[in-house]
């Protein structure tokens, strides 16, 4: 049997509610779901029920202010994962989400079982990035530069055949189960070279890894 989540939607549109607690209730069988349609509400409901296992929030939420609702909604349940759910498609609006304190950005042209996929993940405790965005994505001409988030080719070459392995599979958005499930190996083989990867790039987690590679041809370096 499905294990059974309680997961707050908030969105001011009735019909995207209703389509996102099908997707849940379809995917995710007794699993309780609470709706709401404004921030404020988001927060109430935050305080006076701390057994939420997700958040699904609509960045453009009355009451939301860009990303500050984000932050005001991490302040008011930092145990509670949230997942911003947006028709927003720019690579740095998703960027910054994850940086304010987002486990996921899900798209809402994502079909049916992508979503699904993407809720999953996040319940088992990893981040979902749109992998599409994040490796094409348009960055504007302000932020484009090679400084910020690009790894250097000397510590992309002081990675193993299998550590570059794993980290084109993490930048595609992949779980640690799925990740050894495609390379053929355990799970806590591929959480050893997890952690060897974060200490060799100098970054502090996984985000900020999958950040970090998400322009890299990795067909370059696995030649070698």
Avoid: C, W
């Avoid at 609509?58 to 932050?71: A, E, Q, R, T, V």
């Avoid at 992309?156 to 958005?173: A, D, F, H, P, Y």
Wanted: glycine share 6%.
């Amino acid at each position: 049997m499905e294990p059974a989540y309680k997961i707050l939607i908030a969105d001011d549109h009735p019909l995207f509610r209703e389509a996102i607690t099908s997707v849940i209730e379809a995917g995710f069988g007794g699993s309780e779901v609470v709706e709401t349609d404004d921030l404020d509400t988001a927060l109430e409901l935050t305080r006076e029920q701390d057994d939420f296992d997700l958040i699904l929030l609509d960045l453009n939420m009355p009451g939301m202010n860009g990303l500050n609702g984000l932050i005001a909604l991490r302040n008011e349940a930092p145990t509670i994962p949230v997942v911003i759910v947006s028709a927003e498609e720019d690579k740095q609006v998703v960027l910054q989400a994850i940086t304010y304190g987002a486990v996921g950005f899900i798209t809402k042209s994502s079909p049916r079982a992508q979503m699904t996929q993407a809720i999953e993940q996040i319940l088992a405790g990893n981040v979902y990035l749109p992998s599409d965005i994040i490796r094409t994505g348009k960055e504007s001409t302000r932020r484009h530069r090679h400084d910020d988030n690009n790894i250097s080719p000397e510590l992309l070459n002081s990675l193993t055949r299998r550590q570059l392995l794993v980290l084109e599979r993490m930048s595609k958005g992949e779980s640690n189960k799925q990740i050894a499930y495609n390379l053929n190996i355990a799970e806590t083989t591929v959480k050893a070279h997890v952690s060897a990867i974060l200490r060799k790039l100098g970054v502090h987690n996984r985000v900020q890894a999958i950040l970090s590679a998400s322009d890299i041809d990795f067909n370059q370096y696995l030649k070698r």
